[in-house]
């Protein structure tokens, strides 16, 4: 019998994130006073810390640079029980760092990536954990390079892995390959799926439905305060967000991603994971650090009937 998984393997980005709130409105062009702080970020590295505190295992495969930052995110990582033998250290780049300007409402103004210590994620740098991957779930975010991601892509159409992605941003999404065949789940909000279909204008549902297309197994396509739909082959379904008190929306999406994989490791059917998701991600919203450091299966559990929204019937997809 195949073991079972339990574990998933986290690809891709590691920052240093300092956040940045204004008291006001934001005025460009002058000086706008903020209060601010800093902690570990990263998609990737977010996703893996969500996982690890959902109570499933994590593992990080990222670099840092070899310097302060680098060096206090290894021992955070380890800390919090994540898997660090697939990390690596540059010798070149500093750590990755991500600047978030905030309204005073928590809505992201501006986001600024210093990311190029990611450069050096190759194929090469993967291939030294392969030999891990048949026993795990894989999650990769678009910080990795094009020529890594299309590596992974086809590693996990090859050997039948199951491999969820992250578009991260409208700038790292066209990294992908056009052919998604290999990838099992993908996340992404509308301007990504926009960005990466070349269609500027289209709706959530026809949107959904060209990825399924180019050939991704499972769809899950945010839409901020509304919710998100789930595609797969049998249709589509849209849930409804959970209504959260916004505080920082940074790392709403990593939290949904995490509780998503971890629910259906569990056997969750997608719908059911990506309701769970929403609990995590509202959740997220209403705290100022990027990864709720109380957050655990069983408050998702709890909150999941008094705070998750509609599931709106599947339609054809
Ligand atoms: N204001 C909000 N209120 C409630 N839930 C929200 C809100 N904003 C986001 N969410 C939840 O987070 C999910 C992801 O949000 P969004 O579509 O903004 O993704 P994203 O742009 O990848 O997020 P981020 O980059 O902040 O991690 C949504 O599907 C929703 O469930
Ligand atoms: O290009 C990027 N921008 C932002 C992030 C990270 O997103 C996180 C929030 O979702 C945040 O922690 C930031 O570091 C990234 O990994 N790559």
């Known amino acids: 019998m195949e073991p079972e998984i339990v574990r998933v393997i986290c690809i891709g980005g590691a920052a240093v994130d300092r956040k940045y709130r204004a008291m006001e409105p934001i005025q460009p062009g002058t000086s706008n006073p903020v209060s601010s702080g800093r902690s570990f970020g990263g998609v990737a590295r977010n996703v893996g810390e969500?996982?690890?505190?959902?109570?499933?295992?994590?593992?990080?495969?990222?670099?840092v640079g070899n310097d302060e930052n680098g060096h206090a995110m290894l021992d955070d990582l380890k800390r919090l029980g994540i898997g660090?033998?697939?990390?690596?250290?540059?010798?070149?780049?500093?750590t990755a760092e991500y600047v978030a300007v905030l309204q005073p409402d928590g809505e992201l103004a501006l986001g600024l990536a210093n990311m190029a210590v990611f450069d050096e994620l190759t194929p090469a740098l993967l291939r030294r954990s392969e030999a891990e991957f048949a026993s795990s779930w894989l999650f990769a975010d678009c910080n990795l390079p094009s020529e890594t991601l299309h590596a992974l892509v086809d590693l996990a159409r090859g050997r039948s892995l199951m491999l969820a992605v992250d578009a991260v941003s409208t700038p790292k999404v066209t990294r992908l390959p056009r052919d998604l065949t290999g990838i099992g789940l993908f996340f992404l909000n509308l301007d990504e799926a926009r960005a990466f279909l070349e269609a500027p204008d289209t709706a959530p549902d026809a949107a959904a439905r060209a990825l399924l297309a180019q050939g991704a197994?499972?769809?899950v396509?945010?839409?901020?305060?509304?919710?998100?739909?789930?595609?797969?082959?049998?249709?589509?379904?849209?849930i409804g967000a959970t209504q959260a008190r916004i505080v920082d929306a940074t790392g709403a999406g990593d939290s949904l991603i995490a509780a998503t994989l971890v629910a259906m490791l569990r056997g969750r059917?997608?719908?059911?994971?990506?309701?769970?998701?929403?609990?995590?991600?509202?959740?997220?919203?209403?705290?100022?650090?990027?990864?709720?450091?109380?957050?655990?299966?069983?408050?998702?559990?709890t909150l999941l009937p008094l705070r998750a929204g509609p599931v709106r019937e599947r339609e054809p997809s």
């Open 50 to 63: 969500n996982i690890a505190r959902l109570g499933a295992g994590a593992a990080l495969i990222s670099i």
């Open 269 to 301: 059917p997608l719908d059911e994971a990506a309701r769970l998701g929403t609990v995590a991600a509202a959740l997220t919203v209403e705290s100022p650090s990027s990864v709720r450091p109380d957050l655990s299966l069983a408050l998702l559990e």
């Open 221 to 238: 396509l945010t839409l901020g305060a509304n919710g998100l739909l789930v595609a797969d082959r049998t249709g589509i379904a849209r």
């Open 84 to 94: 660090t033998n697939g990390m690596a250290i540059s010798e070149r780049q500093a």
């Open 217 to 219: 197994e499972r769809i």
